[in-house]
Each structure stands twice: as C-alpha cells, then as structure tokens.
C-alpha cells in the first residue's frame, strides 16, 4: 500500500482491512502514518522511499496488490510523481504483482456533450492533462512483457474529484469543512454546471470488487467508478448545507482573477488555474462498463456520503 496518508490509499487501506486483508504500508517515517492504522493487527509498516526503487521493491516482496495512492502537489508531479509510477512499475514487475492505479478526468479533454466511456482517446490540452496520459501510457506498455522484464497487470479506476472521510485538501476542506462548522462553502466556477464528484470510501470499495474478477478482466483494463445520481453546482452545494443542518448556507464561488492573483504567490494554486474548465464546463463520465461488470454494486445514497463526509470533520 502506497500513499496511505492521502485520500486514495487511505480508503483503499480502510477497505482492505475491513475485508480482514493483510496491508504492509510504505512510509517516509513512522509520523505520516496514521495511529489508526498503525494499531490494527494486520498492518505491518515498513519505512522507506517509493522514489528508492530498492527499498519499493523490498517492501512489496509477497504482495499481490500494489496499491498506487502515492501522489505530489501539481507542482511537484514532474519529476517526482513521474519517478514514482516507474519504480512502481518495476516493483510490479519483479514481484508480480497486480497495480491499482487512481484515474482521473485530467487526460480526456474539455467539455463533451455526452458522457465519455474509457474507449474516449486521451485529449490533454494541458500540461497536467498530457502528464496523466503519459503515466497511463507507461501502465498499458508495462502490461505488455519487454525482453527479460515480465508484463504486469493493471486496472486503472477513473473517477472524478474526491471526497470522503479520508479525503482532505485545500479544494474539499472548504467546501465540506466549512458547511460542518455552519461557514459559507467555497468553491470555483459555475453553478448551472454538472461537475464529476466520487465518495471515495465506493471508489475503494469498487476497485477491489474489480480486483476480485482476476483473469474476467484483461490485463490492462479501465473501469469508469462514477454514481447515476448527478446535480448541477448549486443543487449540489445545496444539498450540502441542508446535510449539514444549515439550509441557508450559501456556497461562496471565488472569481478566477482573485485565484489567479493568489497562484502569484502559491504555486499549487497557480497550477489550479489550469483546470478552470473543469469548473465552467461539464465532463462526465459513463460509467455504464461498471454496471456490466458489478451489476450488484450499490453507490451510497448522495445524502448519506455527505453526511458521513461531514461528521468526520467533527470529530
């Protein structure tokens, strides 16, 4: 397990063990591992580096998952995200592991006037965009066996933005944290448009009901993981403040001059700024392939996620 300090892993790593699986999580240091995971009886913690391949490769010996929720700020991907997904790659390779890698909608382009299923070409006009389908590009060649080195087999989750109890950053705090503590939502954008949401405790849960399709599935496989339910930006915030208990919370949207002047000063913000049109367009994805391969699965009720979403910044 690889990033279980972030949002991805560490739905993931709650799933596994929930599911009575053994988990060995790889940290930096002991301190960026949480006290909730670190005390569970099936979680052995190894220290090292997923940029020292030695140390990757050590840490994932008998495993037969790889779980990549490594992830770095925007500004950070290149070289370090980029240097991660290789040593992963090989990690994988020598061990023979299977690797679960989180998609996201960076990769398929701007705006589609219909919902876009994983046979949609990768259409980056940015340069995050063109990054995520260049590591995509490297997980589909690793699935393919090249002269001593044995292929691997992938399946790549591609979901939009996260949130979820183990879910925080800059975007999600101030919109689900503030609606918790009864303060006015922030946000980006325009209300009138869909934008593409994911609880990440389904995420976790869907990726390892796929998982357990083994050979069903090929070896490199794309699975959309997105609800039927859908709103636009104002019935969503809304539905928001009244999980919350404060109906009349407004979801205050930032202008894109003020976060452009603020990205002056702070470089993950000024790296935002290049996903604006995922704010003022619609794109979303199908995800009826998920339906055809998990016909039992059930997403939680929006309310619910919510909810749960926002207790755990309560406590």
Not at 295 to 305: S, V
Request: aromatic share 8%; with cysteine; charged share 20%.
């Amino acid at each position: 397990m690889l990033g279980a300090s972030g949002g991805f892993g560490g739905a993931l790593a709650d799933e596994l063990i929930a599911r009575g699986r053994r988990v060995r999580l790889l940290a930096r240091s002991s301190a960026r591992v949480s006290a909730r995971l670190a005390k569970v009886p099936n979680v052995e913690v190894v220290i090292g580096d997923v940029q020292d391949t030695a140390a990757l490769i050590k840490a994932a010996s008998g495993c037969g998952l790889i779980v990549h929720g490594v992830n770095y700020p925007y500004h950070q991907w290149v070289p370090y995200l980029q240097t991660a997904t290789l040593n992963i790659i090989e990690a994988a390779r020598t061990t023979g592991a299977t690797l679960l890698f989180p998609g996201n909608v960076y990769s398929l382009g701007e705006s589609s006037a219909a919902p876009l299923d994983e046979s949609a070409p990768h259409k980056a006009t940015t340069r995050k965009g063109k990054f995520r389908a260049r590591l995509e590009g490297f997980l589909k060649d690793a699935t393919v066996s090249a002269g001593d080195k044995p292929a691997i087999r992938v399946l790549i989750v591609r979901a939009g933005d996260y949130f979820g109890p183990s879910m925080r950053n800059g975007l999600v705090d101030r919109l689900y944290g503030n609606a918790a503590r009864g303060k006015p939502m922030q946000s980006f954008g325009r209300l009138d448009i869909m934008h593409e949401r994911i609880f990440l405790p389904d995420l976790a849960r869907a990726s390892l009901d796929l998982l357990a399709l083994g050979d069903a599935l090929p070896a490199f496989e794309v699975v959309n993981v997105t609800p039927g339910e859908r709103f636009s930006q104002r019935d969503y915030f809304a539905l928001v403040a009244r999980v919350a208990g404060h109906s009349a919370l407004k979801a205050s949207l930032m202008p894109w001059w003020m976060v452009a002047m603020v990205g002056l000063f702070n470089p993950m913000i000024r790296e935002f700024m290049e996903l604006r049109y995922l704010y003022d367009t619609t794109l979303l994805l199908d995800g009826a392939k998920l339906k055809r391969l998990l016909p039992g699965f059930q997403f939680t009720a929006p309310e619910e996620a919510i909810r749960l979403t926002l207790a755990s910044y309560r406590t």
